[in-house]
């Protein structure tokens, strides 16, 4: 299921500064896509947790 990097932002805002990406999604993985731009894509199972596949523009905010 796609969410947009507004949605996005909007659940980023909500935590506290330094929640990390996989907390602010609630998921167990993430994936780093360098062609992805608009969406951040989640991903029911991955290797038995949930996943994201999320923009590598937001690796400098949240590492990675």
């Known amino acids: 299921m796609p ?3 507004a949605e996005f932002e909007t659940l980023a ?3 506290p500064a330094g ?3 996989a907390e602010i999604l609630s998921v167990g993985n993430i ?3 360098g ?3 608009g969406y951040i894509y989640l991903i029911p199972e ?3 947790k949930p996943g994201a596949i999320v923009p590598a523009s ?3 905010r ?3």
Do not use: D, E, N, Q
């Open 58 to 60: 937001l690796k400098g």
């Open 46 to 48: 991955v290797m038995g």
């Open 35 to 37: 062609s992805l731009t």
């Open 3 to 5: 969410i947009t990097m």
């Open 31 to 33: 994936y780093w896509s």
């Open 19 to 21: 929640t990390p990406l």
């Open 62 to 64: 949240f590492g990675g």
């Open 13 to 15: 805002a909500a935590k």
